[in-house]
């Protein structure tokens, strides 16, 4: 069985609106993207990307991340959770199989289901690269 891990990132250098890294004579301007793992509770992971018939537009690469949150690691508003600062949208994500990277990318967004029954299901959505070129109008008449 092959070993996946799910990782999220966090810029090291200076941040803006940011009371810790957005001193300028304290934070380097280029900094590094730090990955964290956060594989704890994950239960399903699906990525895609390409296409599917030669004749198809290629799409940008999807993730998505179910995590078990019984715990309410994945909870944004619970002030003890030590993941609370990642939960966030734009936040760079990885996903390693047998310590290759096969997915890099950005989260889109954070789903949190709740139960009556107690189940608490988060789900990660996030697209690579290919999503910020679709929203770039590249050439054309009007410029």
Do not use: C
Not at 76 to 102: K, Q
Not at 110 to 132: C, K, M, N, R
């Amino acid at each position: 069985m092959p070993s996946t891990q799910v990782l999220l990132g966090s810029f090291t250098g200076l941040t803006l609106d940011d009371p810790v890294r957005g001193k300028l004579d304290e934070n380097p301007l280029d900094g590094e993207i730090e990955f964290t793992p956060i594989t704890e509770g994950v239960f399903g992971v699906s990525v895609s990307r390409g296409k599917n018939r030669d004749l198809e537009r290629t799409t940008a690469g999807q993730l998505s991340v179910s995590f078990r949150n019984q715990t309410r690691l994945f909870d944004p508003t619970n002030p003890d959770s030590p993941l609370r600062e990642f939960i966030v949208p734009r936040r760079p994500v990885r996903v390693d199989v047998d310590a290759s990277p096969i997915f890099t990318g950005f989260v889109d967004d954070w789903v949190f289901d709740y139960e009556p029954s107690g189940v608490s299901v988060t789900t990660l959505h996030a697209s690579d690269g290919f999503s910020i070129f679709a929203r770039n109008v590249i050439g054309g008449d009007d410029e």
